[in-house]
């Protein structure tokens, strides 16, 4: 058993969310990529699965192998990976949103012949791609294939049946694997190749047409030994809406013997495509078990039946005339001697004479201009009747096939032949692909024959994966092979996130900009905080973002509470003490008993009022601090004093007196 990952992290990255699937070897799991911001699939291995040693290393081979692999209708393995602390395989692959096939035959019984062939041909689509690069998938079933939302067909568990039914194949007694879509070689345990995984695609078809399986059993074995020794009931039989051709492409995919199936996906592909344009064509031919070929042919007709009771009858009425005239019996056999005789004499003279009609040696058209086949026709008087069709694959004029086909034997002079000639790519309309996941523009590219050039960009507009814009107009007439370059989103630009904290105001918010982010300032009072400093930022440092996101950083700013010293000058008693002594005026020029000029230094700092009346006695200064200050007063130019006094918290509106008595400190 798996022990509970739901809410842990594996491979430092990986979040495991919840469990969307339970499989025969792993547990899939929806996780969130916390490197790549991204949610993805996990399927985690079973223990059974981890403690075989050559079991794990072939394991790793194959996830590697199926890794490389990158097609629409193939489910994307982005990492393989091991966690020491748990003993923990698993695979990390594209989280996709849809249902699998299995489910959407449980719910709908029977899919439409048109529908299932245009799934087949996705599959068989990622068949070709991976048996080019020798990957082998061995397990073709609907549970391993997801229809998303857009109704693409992707295919899932790439290269890891290989390292099941190459290790030990069993695991408690029971098969890896569903063998009712085992071909019979697997279930033989002999060689498995690419054919093997065609004749299974065609179980899968016999079951979207049909809504059954094959071969079903009360056991895997005697499963298996069906798809040994059995032939099936032709999907026709159980569904009379399927066309002839669809029906004979299944039949052909499940052929026992593996010659005798299509050779490749390739081959299965083209005609799958044909049945789309020709369901009730008889291009399909299939091998008989003595090596000769078949084709379909008519149903027998009630008219056909009728016409054989009436020869019953004849023959019957002929048998009773004979039985009646025993004599007649004779002359007629003899009569029928004669005639043999003279028979076997016209024909042998006709041989010699080489026949009644000229025969000529089989032309081979294909591959010829349409001027060449003309000209050899006309040499060999022979009648040709031409088709013009499109490929992408023969030279436009030249002769892409000819029916009858060419073989090394001699017709009748006079015989007409029918050509297929090329008129090159078939041309489309280019649809709009602006705003389509690149995913489903490969899958509609592939449909028109021609290659997309992806081209990544950020955007902060777009979601990543889709495309912004493409190079070629939409409505542009395209042909097999055309290139056309489409812009696709990266998402928006990341950045990462430096670290302010501890940097004055203006020092960080000039960081946050050059990192390509837009900084705001908020204001806190913290008293265990060093004043004007960034204390706390929104976003962690190295952190990635999109460019031009938002960040908060929060500056120290310790509000004080505003205190009011009230600053008492009894000018008159300083003035006054003085007079007498002099009369001279204050630096104003006035007459020192009318005006004189103040000026009060607190902590250093001057304040100056001219003019004062000599009645006047105090003046108010408001501060925002505590602790010792130094308050100086001059007034006119013979009196100076100086006193430090010392404020506490409690301290609002003290009066501060300076007089004619006032000593400094």
């Given at each position: 058993?798996?022990?509970?990952?739901?809410?842990k992290?594996i491979?430092n990255?990986?979040?495991?969310?919840?469990?969307?699937?339970?499989?025969?070897m792993?547990?899939v799991?929806?996780?969130?990529?916390h490197?790549?911001?991204?949610?993805?699939?996990?399927?985690?291995?079973?223990d059974?699965?981890?403690?075989d040693?050559?079991?794990?290393?072939?394991?790793?081979?194959?996830?590697?192998a199926?890794?490389?692999?990158s097609?629409?209708?193939?489910?994307?393995?982005?990492?393989?990976?091991?966690?020491?602390?748990n003993?923990?395989?698993?695979?990390v692959?594209?989280?996709?949103?849809g249902?699998?096939?299995?489910e959407?035959?449980?719910?709908?019984?029977?899919?439409?012949?048109?529908?299932?062939?245009?799934?087949?041909?996705?599959?068989?689509?990622a068949?070709?791609?991976?048996h080019?690069?020798?990957?082998?998938h061995?397990d073709?079933?609907?549970?391993?294939?997801?229809?998303?939302?857009?109704?693409?067909?992707?295919?899932?568990d790439?290269g890891?049946?290989?390292?099941v039914?190459?290790?030990t194949?069993?695991?408690?007694?029971t098969?890896?694997?569903?063998?009712?879509?085992?071909?019979?070689?697997?279930?033989?345990?002999?060689?498995?190749?690419?054919?093997?995984?065609?004749?299974?695609?065609g179980?899968?078809m016999y079951?979207?047409?049909t809504?059954k399986?094959?071969?079903?059993?009360?056991?895997?074995?005697?499963?298996?030994?069906?798809?040994m020794?059995?032939?099936?009931?032709?999907?026709?039989?159980?569904?009379?809406e399927?066309?002839t051709?669809?029906?004979?492409?299944v039949?052909?995919?499940m052929?026992?013997?593996?010659?005798?199936r299509?050779?490749?996906?390739?081959?299965?592909?083209h005609?799958?495509?044909k049945?789309l344009?020709?369901?009730?064509?008889?291009f399909?031919?299939?091998?008989?078990?003595d090596?000769?070929?078949t084709?379909?042919?008519?149903?027998?007709?009630?008219?056909?039946?009728?016409e054989?009771?009436?020869?019953?009858?004849?023959t019957?009425?002929?048998?009773?005339?004979?039985?009646?005239h025993?004599?007649?019996?004779?002359a007629?056999?003899?009569l029928?001697?004669?005639l043999?005789?003279?028979v076997?004499?016209?024909?042998?003279?006709?041989?010699?004479?080489?026949?009644?009609?000229?025969?000529?040696?089989?032309p081979?058209?294909v591959?010829?201009?349409?001027?060449?086949a003309?000209?050899?026709?006309?040499?060999?008087?022979?009648?040709?009747?031409?088709?013009?069709?499109?490929?992408?694959?023969?030279e436009?004029?030249?002769?892409?096939?000819?029916?009858?086909?060419y073989?090394?034997?001699?017709?009748?002079?006079?015989t007409?032949?029918k050509l297929?000639?090329?008129?090159?790519?078939?041309t489309?309309?280019?649809?709009?692909?602006?705003?389509?996941?690149?995913?489903?523009?490969?899958?509609?590219?592939?449909?028109?024959g021609?290659?997309?050039?992806?081209?990544?960009?950020?955007?902060?507009?777009?979601?990543q994966?889709?495309?912004?814009?493409?190079d070629?107009?939409v409505?542009?007439l395209?042909?097999?092979?055309?290139?056309?370059?489409?812009h696709?989103?990266?998402?928006?630009?990341?950045v990462?996130?430096?670290?302010?904290?501890?940097m004055?105001e203006?020092?960080?918010?000039?960081?946050?900009k050059n990192?390509?982010l837009n900084?705001?300032v908020?204001?806190?009072?913290?008293?265990?905080?060093?004043?004007?400093k960034?204390?706390s930022?929104?976003?962690?440092?190295?952190t990635?973002?999109?460019?031009n996101?938002?960040?908060?950083i929060?500056?120290?700013?310790?509000?004080?509470?505003e205190?009011?010293?009230?600053?008492?000058?009894?000018v008159?008693?300083?003035?006054?003490?003085?007079?007498?002594?002099?009369?001279?005026?204050?630096?104003?020029?006035?007459n020192?008993?009318?005006?004189?000029?103040v000026?009060?230094?607190?902590?250093?700092?001057?304040?100056?009022?001219?003019?004062?009346?000599?009645?006047?006695?105090?003046?108010?200064?408001?501060?925002?601090?505590t602790g010792?200050?130094?308050?100086?007063?001059?007034v006119?130019?013979?009196y100076t004093?100086t006193?430090?006094?010392?404020?506490?918290?409690?301290?609002?509106?003290?009066?501060?007196?300076?007089?004619?008595?006032?000593?400094?400190?």
């Open positions: 058993m798996i022990m509970n990952l739901i809410g992290i491979g990255r990986y979040e495991i969310l919840e469990e969307v699937g339970l499989g025969g792993a547990t799991y929806k996780a969130k990529d490197v790549l911001n991204r949610l993805v699939a996990v399927k985690v291995l079973k059974e699965f981890t403690t040693a050559e079991f794990v290393k072939r394991f790793n081979t194959e996830a590697q199926a890794a490389s692999l097609h629409p209708n193939i489910v994307s393995i982005y990492d393989v990976g091991h966690e020491d602390e003993n923990l395989y698993y695979i692959m594209e989280l996709v949103q249902k699998t096939l299995k959407i035959i449980n719910s709908e019984g029977v899919l439409t012949w048109k529908w299932a062939v245009n799934i087949a041909m996705q599959i068989a689509s068949l070709e791609m991976a080019k690069r020798g990957i082998v061995r073709i079933k609907p549970h391993n294939i997801i229809i998303t939302e857009d109704g693409i067909a992707k295919v899932t790439f890891i049946a290989k390292a039914s190459n290790s194949i069993t695991a408690f007694g098969t890896i694997g569903s063998v009712h879509y085992f071909s019979p070689e697997q279930a033989k345990g002999g060689f498995t190749d690419a054919k093997s995984d065609l004749y299974s695609l179980v899968v079951e979207m047409l809504g399986v094959p071969f079903d059993a009360d056991t895997p074995v005697s499963v298996a030994l069906k798809h020794q059995e032939d099936p009931k032709e999907p026709v039989e159980l569904n009379e399927i066309p051709a669809v029906n004979q492409i039949v052909k995919a052929q026992k013997e593996p010659s005798a299509y050779q490749n996906a390739t081959e299965m592909l005609d799958l495509s049945a344009k020709d369901p009730d064509g008889d399909v031919i299939i091998e008989n078990k090596g000769g070929y084709r379909v042919m008519q149903a027998i007709t009630d008219d056909q039946i009728s054989g009771k009436k020869e019953e009858v004849k019957k009425t002929k048998t009773n005339f004979f039985t009646e025993p004599k007649a019996k004779i007629i056999i003899i029928g001697l004669i043999l005789f003279v076997v004499f016209l024909i042998t003279k006709i041989a010699i004479d080489g026949g009644i009609t000229k025969k000529v040696d089989m081979n058209f591959g010829k201009t349409l001027e060449e003309q000209t050899m026709a006309e040499d060999l008087d022979l009648t040709i009747e031409t088709e013009e069709v499109a490929s992408s694959e023969v436009e004029g030249k002769i892409v096939s000819q029916d009858p086909e073989s090394e034997t001699k017709i009748e002079v006079g007409t032949i297929k000639v090329s008129k090159g790519p078939e489309a309309e280019l649809p709009k692909l602006e705003g389509m996941k690149i995913e489903d523009a490969r899958v509609t590219a592939e449909s028109l021609i290659t997309l050039v992806e081209e990544t960009e950020n955007s902060d507009k777009v979601e994966g889709v495309i912004i814009r493409q070629t107009a409505g542009t395209v042909k097999s092979g055309d290139t056309v370059t489409v696709v989103s990266a998402g928006a630009e990341k990462r996130v430096p670290t302010v904290m501890g004055d203006g020092t960080a918010v000039a960081t946050l990192a390509g900084p705001t908020k204001y806190e009072s913290r008293e265990d905080q060093e004043e004007g960034v204390i930022q929104s976003i962690e440092q190295n990635e973002v999109a460019k996101s938002a960040i908060e929060v500056v120290n700013k310790i509000e004080k509470e205190k009011t010293i009230r600053i008492s000058v009894n008159n008693s300083i003035v006054g003490s003085n007079s007498q002594n002099s009369n001279t005026t204050n630096t104003a020029g006035t020192q008993e009318d005006t004189v000029n000026t009060i230094l607190i902590d250093g700092v001057e304040r100056t009022q001219e003019n004062v009346d000599v009645t006047n006695n105090a003046f108010v200064y408001t501060y925002k601090s010792t200050h130094e308050i100086t007063v001059k006119g130019s013979s004093r006193r430090r006094i010392n404020f506490d918290e409690s301290d609002n509106n003290r009066q501060v007196i300076f007089d004619r008595n006032t000593t400094s400190d």
